[in-house]
């Protein structure tokens, strides 16, 4: 065994994602019906472990939030499990916030074939994040997220140093307390799983952790950017027929005005639902809605507060 190889042997069992179980050497040899209960209890301990860091990534959201409003960028970096995550939460963000996909960016080590098949090395390459933030002209207005279960992988530590040294805002998102990428971090968030219920598998109770954070990361931060209005989503953009429905009951459930009423204010707003709220509430047409919102920074609370 060489050097590096038995050095990073050593680091993995330090790692609690990477610690054997023994009570459940026996689970290949377990039914069905109990190994599904076993998993199901395990995953239920998840989000425990979530709230016990809450206030650390009310802190990361809020910071997030202020840099986005001046125009940043969201930036998730991972390799493996946690990157496929951060590529996952930043392509539902334009979907249902209207957000332009530049403004949130998922980045996996080794591109976009790394999401279905792995890419030897690429993890290993803490240069290769540097160089996949700087082909994207990282700023220091920008927010830099690196995911990582160990808390080790070059490729996500990589990531938040080189940011850091941008300027640009950095969180550290890992399973292992005491983790390289909390350190790097401005904001260290670790969400103690514990071990797997398969040793080292971390796209399990791990990934279903990073999964939880990067939800409220990206939600909290749009509705404080003022993407919702309520608990509405009154920036989706209906690009199908099952979200044009939903654009017609958001306006619904927000307005209360009857059914003719609602598709002439989604037609005078080009089936924007934020503003067509506004036309019906505010009682302004759609191009004053259009300048009201702009004027409000798209929040339509407070374009609303002016029409009164």
Known sequence: MTAPLAALRAQLDTLTTEAFRPELADIDRRSTLDIARTMNAE?????????????????AIDAIAARMAR???????GAGTAGRMGVLDASECPPTFNTDPSRVIGLIAGGP??????????????????????ARGLTAEDTVVGISASGRTPYAV?????????????????CNAGSALAAAAEHGIEVVVGPELLTGSTRLKAGTA?????????????????KTYG??????RASNEK?????????????????EEIEAALTATGGEVKPAILVLLGGVDGPAAAELLTA?????????????
């Open 43 to 59: 995953d239920a301990t998840v989000p425990a472990a979530v709230e016990a860091q809450l206030p650390r990534i009310a802190a």
């Open 71 to 77: 125009g940043g960028r969201l930036i998730y970096a």
């Open 113 to 134: 074939s790394a999401m279905v098949e792995a890419v030897e090395g690429a993890e290993d390459s803490a240069e290769l994040a540097a160089g996949d933030l700087a």
């Open 158 to 174: 990589g990531a938040v140093a080189f940011a850091r040294g941008r300027g640009a805002l950095t969180v550290g998102l890992s």
């Open 210 to 226: 990073q999964k939880l954070v990067l939800n409220l990361i990206s939600t909290i931060t749009m509705i404080r950017l003022g």
């Open 231 to 236: 608990n509405l989503m009154v920036d989706l």
């Open 243 to 259: 979200l044009r429905a939903r654009s017609h009951r958001i306006v619904a459930l927000a307005t209360g005005a009857p059914d």
């Open 296 to 308: 409000a920074q798209g929040h339509l609370r407070t374009a609303l507060d002016r029409t009164r």
